[in-house]
Nanobody, 124 residues
Framework: QVQLVESGGGLVQAGGSLRLPCAAS????????MGWSRQAPGKEREFAAA????????YYADSGKGRFTISRDNAKNTVYLQMNSLKPEDTAVYYC?????????????????WGQGTQVTVSS
């Protein structure tokens, strides 16, 4: 079993930046592909970014391309989401997810493990 714990959320002004770490328990982190999804109030959870097992392949939702960067440090069992040039529409709960497969995935249904989420609020 893998447990995921997100942190780094908070309140930031539009144009600002945040980095969200997600720490994973267990020894199998390097075998997992990882992803971030987000859920805004009143909306469905949506894909944000994904990364394969070694960080060599990444995917981004159109909403975050050029502003978000997903990365991982397998030695620290941690995946990160760096978010720059934040907009009010980025306000959401951000969830870290892990998948028992090497390849990155863009669909929530493909992930096996989920964190509890961290709130990101961007003020205008």
């Amino acid at each position: 079993q893998v447990q995921l714990v997100e942190s780094g959320g908070g309140l930031v002004q539009a144009g600002g930046s945040l980095r969200l770490p997600c720490a994973a328990s267990g020894r199998t982190f390097s075998r997992l592909s990882m992803g971030w999804s987000r859920q805004a109030p009143g909306k469905e959870r949506e894909f944000a970014a994904a990364i394969n097992w070694n960080g060599g392949i990444t995917y981004y939702a159109d909403s975050g391309k050029g502003r978000f960067t997903i990365s991982r440090d397998n030695a620290k069992n941690t995946v990160y989401l760096q978010m720059n040039s934040l907009k009010p529409e980025d306000t959401a709960v951000y969830y870290c997810a892990g998948r028992r497969a090497a390849g990155a995935a863009r669909w929530a249904a493909e992930y096996d493990y989920w964190g509890q989420g961290t709130q990101v609020t961007v003020s205008s």
